[in-house]
Protein backbone atom coordinates (compact mmCIF):
# COMPACT_ATOMS: atom_id res chain seq x y z
CA UNK A 1 0.00 0.00 0.00
CA UNK A 2 1.31 3.76 -0.91
CA UNK A 3 2.84 4.88 2.00
CA UNK A 4 1.66 9.04 2.53
CA UNK A 5 3.51 11.50 4.73
CA UNK A 6 2.69 15.22 5.20
CA UNK A 7 4.48 18.31 6.63
CA UNK A 8 3.68 19.71 9.14
CA UNK A 9 1.75 17.86 11.19
CA UNK A 10 -0.11 20.68 13.08
CA UNK A 11 0.33 24.51 12.78
CA UNK A 12 -0.83 27.22 14.53
CA UNK A 13 -1.25 30.26 12.50
CA UNK A 14 -2.02 34.19 12.46
CA UNK A 15 -4.91 35.31 10.44
CA UNK A 16 -3.67 37.09 7.13
CA UNK A 17 -0.72 34.97 6.83
CA UNK A 18 -0.24 31.61 4.53
CA UNK A 19 0.69 27.76 5.54
CA UNK A 20 2.08 25.46 2.83
CA UNK A 21 1.20 21.63 3.15
CA UNK A 22 3.50 18.84 1.47
CA UNK A 23 2.19 15.46 0.99
CA UNK A 24 5.20 13.06 0.02
CA UNK A 25 3.87 9.63 -1.58
CA UNK A 26 6.44 6.82 -1.73
CA UNK A 27 5.34 5.19 -5.00
CA UNK A 28 4.51 7.56 -8.13
CA UNK A 29 0.49 8.17 -8.30
CA UNK A 30 -1.38 10.27 -11.18
CA UNK A 31 -4.12 11.87 -8.94
CA UNK A 32 -3.69 13.11 -5.64
CA UNK A 33 -6.65 15.09 -3.49
CA UNK A 34 -6.93 17.59 -0.90
CA UNK A 35 -9.51 17.14 1.41
CA UNK A 36 -10.14 19.87 4.25
CA UNK A 37 -12.34 18.61 7.46
CA UNK A 38 -13.60 21.28 9.49
CA UNK A 39 -13.95 20.96 13.58
CA UNK A 40 -16.64 18.26 14.08
CA UNK A 41 -17.27 17.71 10.63
CA UNK A 42 -16.93 14.90 7.49
CA UNK A 43 -14.60 15.36 4.93
CA UNK A 44 -14.89 17.82 1.90
CA UNK A 45 -12.97 17.45 -1.45
CA UNK A 46 -10.42 20.63 -2.01
CA UNK A 47 -9.52 19.94 -5.31
CA UNK A 48 -7.79 17.22 -7.14
CA UNK A 49 -4.22 17.53 -8.42
CA UNK A 50 -2.67 15.82 -11.60
CA UNK A 51 1.07 16.16 -12.59
CA UNK A 52 1.38 18.32 -15.63
CA UNK A 53 -1.39 20.33 -15.54
CA UNK A 54 -3.61 22.78 -13.44
CA UNK A 55 -5.27 21.56 -10.62
CA UNK A 56 -9.12 20.97 -10.59
CA UNK A 57 -11.19 22.86 -8.06
CA UNK A 58 -14.17 21.85 -6.00
CA UNK A 59 -17.18 24.34 -6.06
CA UNK A 60 -16.59 26.66 -3.41
CA UNK A 61 -12.76 26.01 -3.30
CA UNK A 62 -10.58 28.40 -5.49
CA UNK A 63 -7.01 28.87 -6.63
CA UNK A 64 -6.24 31.96 -5.32
CA UNK A 65 -7.17 30.64 -2.13
CA UNK A 66 -5.92 27.06 -1.86
CA UNK A 67 -3.25 27.17 -4.69
CA UNK A 68 -2.00 23.43 -5.27
CA UNK A 69 1.80 22.38 -6.78
CA UNK A 70 2.38 19.03 -8.38
CA UNK A 71 5.39 18.99 -9.78
CA UNK A 72 6.28 15.46 -10.24
CA UNK A 73 4.49 11.90 -9.45
CA UNK A 74 4.91 11.52 -5.56
CA UNK A 75 5.03 15.38 -4.66
CA UNK A 76 2.18 17.99 -4.16
CA UNK A 77 1.63 21.40 -2.09
CA UNK A 78 -1.29 22.91 -0.61
CA UNK A 79 -1.07 26.76 0.32
CA UNK A 80 -4.04 28.31 2.55
CA UNK A 81 -3.64 31.52 1.65
CA UNK A 82 -4.44 34.63 3.59
CA UNK A 83 -5.91 32.49 6.57
CA UNK A 84 -8.71 32.99 8.28
CA UNK A 85 -10.39 31.36 11.53
CA UNK A 86 -12.54 29.60 9.40
CA UNK A 87 -9.38 28.00 7.73
CA UNK A 88 -8.84 26.01 11.07
CA UNK A 89 -9.10 22.22 10.21
CA UNK A 90 -7.29 18.85 9.40
CA UNK A 91 -6.02 19.06 5.92
CA UNK A 92 -5.32 15.26 4.10
CA UNK A 93 -4.04 14.50 1.07
CA UNK A 94 -4.95 11.01 -0.55
CA UNK A 95 -4.15 8.84 -2.92
CA UNK A 96 -5.46 6.45 -5.33
CA UNK A 97 -4.01 2.54 -5.13
CA UNK A 98 -4.78 -0.23 -7.85
CA UNK A 99 -2.64 -2.96 -6.80
CA UNK A 100 -3.35 -5.94 -7.05
CA UNK A 101 -6.80 -4.83 -8.99
CA UNK A 102 -8.18 -3.55 -6.15
CA UNK A 103 -9.05 -0.34 -5.73
CA UNK A 104 -7.87 1.91 -2.60
CA UNK A 105 -7.66 5.37 -1.65
CA UNK A 106 -5.30 5.98 1.09
CA UNK A 107 -4.97 9.27 3.39
CA UNK A 108 -2.11 10.51 4.37
CA UNK A 109 -1.63 11.47 7.91
CA UNK A 110 -3.26 15.27 7.93
CA UNK A 111 -1.47 18.53 8.85
CA UNK A 112 -3.79 19.97 12.09
CA UNK A 113 -4.42 23.90 11.03
CA UNK A 114 -5.42 26.52 13.89
CA UNK A 115 -6.00 30.25 12.78
CA UNK A 116 -5.71 32.44 15.26
CA UNK B 1 -29.84 14.45 -1.77
CA UNK B 2 -27.14 13.47 -0.35
CA UNK B 3 -25.33 11.13 -1.79
CA UNK B 4 -23.73 8.90 1.52
CA UNK B 5 -26.16 8.66 4.65
CA UNK B 6 -25.10 7.49 7.56
CA UNK B 7 -28.51 8.07 10.23
CA UNK B 8 -26.59 7.12 13.48
CA UNK B 9 -24.41 10.12 15.04
CA UNK B 10 -23.09 7.90 17.36
CA UNK B 11 -23.29 3.91 19.05
CA UNK B 12 -22.25 2.08 21.57
CA UNK B 13 -21.24 -1.43 21.81
CA UNK B 14 -20.04 -4.05 24.47
CA UNK B 15 -16.63 -5.54 24.05
CA UNK B 16 -16.48 -8.54 22.09
CA UNK B 17 -19.45 -8.19 20.78
CA UNK B 18 -20.62 -7.45 16.82
CA UNK B 19 -21.78 -4.48 15.69
CA UNK B 20 -22.86 -3.03 12.45
CA UNK B 21 -22.49 0.89 10.84
CA UNK B 22 -25.03 1.74 8.80
CA UNK B 23 -24.17 3.50 5.46
CA UNK B 24 -26.61 4.15 2.60
CA UNK B 25 -25.88 5.74 -0.47
CA UNK B 26 -27.63 7.63 -3.40
CA UNK B 27 -25.96 7.15 -7.50
CA UNK B 28 -27.60 6.53 -10.48
CA UNK B 29 -24.30 5.71 -12.18
CA UNK B 30 -24.13 1.72 -12.77
CA UNK B 31 -20.21 1.82 -11.72
CA UNK B 32 -19.28 3.29 -8.12
CA UNK B 33 -17.38 2.24 -4.66
CA UNK B 34 -17.94 1.91 -1.46
CA UNK B 35 -15.08 2.40 0.82
CA UNK B 36 -15.15 2.66 5.04
CA UNK B 37 -12.95 4.63 6.67
CA UNK B 38 -11.98 4.56 10.36
CA UNK B 39 -10.63 7.78 12.06
CA UNK B 40 -9.49 7.85 16.04
CA UNK B 41 -8.73 10.61 17.85
CA UNK B 42 -5.30 11.26 16.34
CA UNK B 43 -7.46 12.38 12.98
CA UNK B 44 -5.44 10.23 10.44
CA UNK B 45 -8.20 8.47 8.34
CA UNK B 46 -7.13 4.32 7.93
CA UNK B 47 -8.74 2.88 5.30
CA UNK B 48 -10.57 -0.39 6.35
CA UNK B 49 -12.84 -1.99 3.10
CA UNK B 50 -13.85 -1.65 -0.20
CA UNK B 51 -16.43 -2.99 -1.86
CA UNK B 52 -17.43 -2.30 -5.49
CA UNK B 53 -20.62 -2.09 -6.92
CA UNK B 54 -19.68 -5.38 -9.90
CA UNK B 55 -19.09 -7.28 -6.82
CA UNK B 56 -20.63 -10.36 -5.79
CA UNK B 57 -19.47 -11.15 -3.24
CA UNK B 58 -19.73 -8.61 0.47
CA UNK B 59 -15.90 -7.71 0.96
CA UNK B 60 -14.66 -8.70 3.92
CA UNK B 61 -10.87 -7.82 5.73
CA UNK B 62 -10.55 -9.32 8.80
CA UNK B 63 -13.22 -8.47 11.60
CA UNK B 64 -14.39 -5.93 9.26
CA UNK B 65 -16.88 -7.07 6.46
CA UNK B 66 -19.30 -4.79 4.35
CA UNK B 67 -23.16 -5.84 3.91
CA UNK B 68 -23.94 -4.97 0.82
CA UNK B 69 -27.73 -4.94 -0.19
CA UNK B 70 -27.55 -3.30 -3.83
CA UNK B 71 -31.03 -3.10 -4.29
CA UNK B 72 -31.32 -0.95 -1.17
CA UNK B 73 -28.66 1.19 -1.68
CA UNK B 74 -26.79 0.10 1.26
CA UNK B 75 -23.07 -0.62 2.17
CA UNK B 76 -23.23 -1.45 6.31
CA UNK B 77 -19.87 -1.98 8.20
CA UNK B 78 -19.86 -5.12 10.58
CA UNK B 79 -17.19 -4.95 12.62
CA UNK B 80 -17.23 -8.54 15.03
CA UNK B 81 -15.80 -9.11 18.33
CA UNK B 82 -15.40 -5.06 18.70
CA UNK B 83 -11.99 -4.10 20.91
CA UNK B 84 -11.35 -0.77 22.84
CA UNK B 85 -8.99 0.43 20.00
CA UNK B 86 -11.77 0.28 17.39
CA UNK B 87 -13.49 3.56 19.68
CA UNK B 88 -13.42 6.30 16.56
CA UNK B 89 -14.86 7.80 14.24
CA UNK B 90 -16.30 5.69 11.06
CA UNK B 91 -16.60 7.35 8.04
CA UNK B 92 -18.59 5.55 4.78
CA UNK B 93 -17.79 7.02 1.37
CA UNK B 94 -18.43 6.61 -2.44
CA UNK B 95 -16.90 6.89 -5.56
CA UNK B 96 -18.73 7.62 -8.61
CA UNK B 97 -17.74 6.76 -12.26
CA UNK B 98 -15.22 4.03 -13.38
CA UNK B 99 -11.16 4.52 -13.38
CA UNK B 100 -9.00 6.90 -11.94
CA UNK B 101 -9.22 10.03 -10.48
CA UNK B 102 -12.65 10.24 -8.89
CA UNK B 103 -13.26 11.61 -5.81
CA UNK B 104 -14.57 10.27 -2.89
CA UNK B 105 -17.87 11.41 -1.09
CA UNK B 106 -18.33 11.21 2.24
CA UNK B 107 -21.00 10.61 4.80
CA UNK B 108 -21.20 12.63 8.30
CA UNK B 109 -19.90 9.41 10.21
CA UNK B 110 -20.74 7.55 13.25
CA UNK B 111 -18.52 7.73 16.55
CA UNK B 112 -18.36 4.06 18.03
CA UNK B 113 -17.57 3.32 21.57
CA UNK B 114 -16.54 0.72 22.54
CA UNK B 115 -17.20 -0.66 26.22
CA UNK B 116 -15.63 -2.70 28.62
Known amino acids: SAVISQKPSRDICQRGTSLTIQCQVD?????MFWYRQQPGQSLTLIAT?????????ESGFVIDKFPISRPNLTFSTLTVSNMSPEDSSIYLC?????????????FGPGTRLLVL | AQKITQTQPGMFVQEKEAVTLDCTYDTSDPSYGLFWYKQPSSGEMIFLIYQGSYDQQNATEGRYSLNFQKARKSANLVISASQLGDSAMYFCAMREGRGYGNKLVFGAGTILRVKS
Open chain 1, 27 to 31: SQVTM
Open chain 1, 94 to 106: SVEDWAGGRETQY
Open chain 1, 49 to 57: ANQGSEATY
